[in-house]
């Protein structure tokens, strides 16, 4: 069983839907955790950061932290055809960006 | 600044050959990662340099892989020999982990072995 477990997908929603994206993780001494978007061919960027449970907002996308269930969540409001990309969750025991534990990452596409 | 540096941004080699991969991180930075990325396995962490030192290197496959951080500002990572299984995109990271939470990517290296 893998550390962090995330659909592969892929996801397709029409142009204004709220999107939904979710991780599993084995490991509960997972203190920070992440969501990077990637582009096709690029390299992954960071999203959203958070610290423990909890939810956090920036804009249209929502991270949210569920400890007690080892489940994280990312919401797109309003999704965008540039929201098309595909988004990693990713954890770490340690702050910062030290050794980050990352899931197979979901391919998303937002349909104009 | 310019960002993760990487070189090349593919590579076409034969089994058996010697390949070498290229990282110039960001200025400073303090803390370089190098992953590898498949539609298999995902992104996963090879080796992760601190101030130039190899921190945690159980990422790293085999033998065959070696990564070196001779200064602050340049990494290789080498694959001698290569085969076909190595094939895949190779990313170079850094970041700033003293108050820092972010891992800046570069463009990856796309890594073909035939």
């Known amino acids: 069983q893998k550390e962090v477990e995330q659909d592969p997908g892929p996801l397709s929603v029409p142009e204004g839907a709220i999107v939904s994206l979710n991780c599993t993780y084995s490991?509960?001494?997972?203190?920070?955790f992440m969501w990077y978007r990637q582009y096709s061919r690029k390299g992954p960027e960071l999203l959203m950061y958070?610290?423990?449970?909890g939810n956090k907002e920036d804009g249209r996308f929502t991270a949210q932290v569920d400890k007690s269930s080892k489940y994280i969540s990312l919401f797109i409001r309003d999704s965008q055809p540039s929201d098309s990309a595909t988004y990693l969750c990713?954890?770490?025991?340690?702050?910062?960006?030290?050794?980050?534990?990352f899931g197979q990452g979901t391919r998303l596409t937002i349909n104009p | 600044d310019a960002g993760v540096i990487q070189s090349p941004r593919h590579e076409v080699t034969e089994m058996g050959q010697e390949v070498t991969l290229r990282c110039k991180p960001i200025s400073g930075h303090n803390s370089l990662f190098w992953y590898r990325q498949t539609m298999m396995r995902g992104l996963e962490l090879l080796i992760y340099f601190n101030n130039n030192v190899p921190i945690d290197d159980s990422g790293m496959p085999e033998d065959r892989f070696s990564a070196k951080m001779p200064n602050a500002s340049f990494s290789t990572l080498k694959i001698q020999p290569s085969e076909p299984r190595d094939s895949a995109v190779y990313f170079c990271a850094s970041a700033q982990t003293r108050g820092g939470t972010e891992a800046f990517f570069g463009q990856g290296t796309r890594l073909t072995v035939v």
């Open positions: 990713a954890m770490s025991l340690l702050q910062g960006a030290q050794k980050l534990v």
């Open positions: 490991n509960s001494a997972f203190q920070y």
């Open positions: 958070t610290y423990s449970s």
